[in-house]
């Protein structure tokens, strides 16, 4: 880190200066191989950052679900009159239906995926160092390493996301499941193992440009700023600044990917009676083949249009979601005393 000590006129401001330095001038060794307090912390910062921002939008984020699930006969018309009937059918419960599931999931998911980025990072910029480079990552690495991460985080922990899509458009009396547990041990049971990755593959597709995107996006509009401004690192960026660098990269991200979230939806729903009240044919719940499938009937029964179902309700719902899990993490590791960056 460049500071001009000499300049510096008071003991407090040294002191402080050379705390960050310390903090910054890591050997090369330490930064090749993290300690496990190290990962540690930034686990726990990842799944608070999914944690909290997922309560903040869950309203927005059901609404968005059951849009993307109905087919012509339009149940949910907007976002006004969409949360209105949430509320007047389950009351304020309803509003937050699945959003406990949603944070069981995500803080896993949210940890790995923030964690693997940062390694995937770290391992991408030290080959850069070793082969002669500086070591900074470009918007097409960022990429490559957001979407590895998003991949394995997804997958390690979609059977939940599964299950807590069919809680979530459970409403009023018509109550399958009770719970997590039980909702597991029915699909199991009625449907086989296998039906707890229905819509992976989807997923898998469309997890690369969301996530990949987020994090280069993010990434990349950071370093402009830093260097806009003249600013030493993110530290001096002020909480504003972050916010609207993550609501940017979450806007694109989920823009070029949506169409992938919508089949993954149907087809974690996918010939279930529970689901007959939002999409139905001939009085019988809609069930697809495949992903293809999915695409084709889509398109062919309700138009191109449906795969962008829910999309305004996501936008309303992405941005304050994708900025605070990001701003969060960093707040998170700031906290526990861990790195600041989410790439070194």
């Known amino acids: 880190m460049q500071t001009q000590v000499g300049a510096l006129e008071t003991g407090?401001?040294?002191?402080?200066i050379e705390i960050k330095s310390t903090q910054s001038s890591m050997s090369d060794k330490e930064r090749?191989?993290?300690?496990?307090?190290?990962?540690?912390?930034?686990?726990?910062?990842?799944?608070?950052?999914?944690?909290?921002?997922?309560?903040?939008?869950?309203?927005?984020?059901?609404?968005?679900?059951?849009?993307?699930?109905?087919?012509?006969d339009k149940v949910y018309t907007g976002i006004g009159q969409g949360i209105s009937h949430?509320?007047?059918?389950?009351?304020?419960?309803?509003?937050?239906?699945?959003?406990?599931?949603?944070?069981?999931?995500?803080?896993?998911?949210?940890?790995?995926?923030?964690?693997?980025?940062?390694?995937f990072s770290r391992k991408i910029a030290h080959y850069l160092i070793d082969n002669g480079g500086d070591g900074q990552l470009t918007p097409l690495?960022?990429?490559?390493?957001g979407a590895g991460a998003g991949i394995i985080g997804m997958s390690a922990t979609y059977p939940m996301d599964m299950v807590r899509g069919r809680i979530t458009i459970q409403e009023g009396t018509n109550q399958q499941y009770r719970g997590m547990l039980h909702a597991t041990r029915c699909i199991v049971a009625e449907e086989g193992v296998l039906a707890l990755w229905r819509g992976w593959l989807p997923s898998v597709i469309g997890v690369v440009p969301y996530v990949g995107l987020n994090f280069a996006v993010y990434e990349t509009l950071k370093d402009k700023l830093i260097k806009l401004y003249g600013c030493r690192d993110e530290r001096d960026l002020t909480i504003a600044t972050r916010l609207g660098c993550g609501a940017l990269a979450g806007t694109t991200g989920q823009t070029v990917a949506y169409p992938f979230?919508?089949?993954r939806r149907r087809l974690q729903?996918?010939?279930?009676?529970?689901?007959?009240?939002?999409?139905?044919?001939?009085?019988?719940?809609?069930?697809?083949r495949g992903m293809m499938d999915c695409f084709m009937r889509t398109v062919k029964e309700e138009g191109v249009g449906a795969l962008?179902?829910?999309?305004?309700?996501?936008?309303?719902?992405?941005?304050?979601?994708?900025?605070?899990?990001?701003?969060?993490?960093?707040?998170?590791?700031?906290?526990?005393?861990?790195?600041i960056r989410i790439s070194d």
């Open 32 to 72: 090749r191989h993290l300690s496990w307090a190290q990962i540690t912390k930034s686990l726990v910062a990842g799944g608070v950052a999914g944690a909290v921002s997922r309560t903040a939008v869950a309203p927005l984020e059901r609404l968005k679900i059951l849009m993307q699930i109905q087919g012509n």
């Open 141 to 145: 690495m960022r990429l490559g390493a």
């Open 269 to 288: 729903v996918s010939g279930w009676q529970g689901a007959q009240g939002l999409h139905a044919d001939h009085g019988h719940a809609v069930a697809y």
């Open 261 to 263: 979230d919508v089949v």
């Open 12 to 16: 407090a401001v040294e002191d402080k």
């Open 86 to 119: 949430m509320w007047r059918t389950d009351g304020v419960r309803g509003l937050f239906k699945g959003n406990g599931l949603n944070c069981i999931r995500i803080f896993p998911n949210s940890a790995i995926k923030f964690m693997t980025y940062e390694q």
């Open 308 to 339: 962008f179902k829910g999309l305004a309700p996501n936008y309303m719902k992405v941005v304050p979601s994708i900025a605070i899990a990001f701003v969060t993490y960093e707040q998170v590791k700031e906290i526990l005393g861990a790195e």
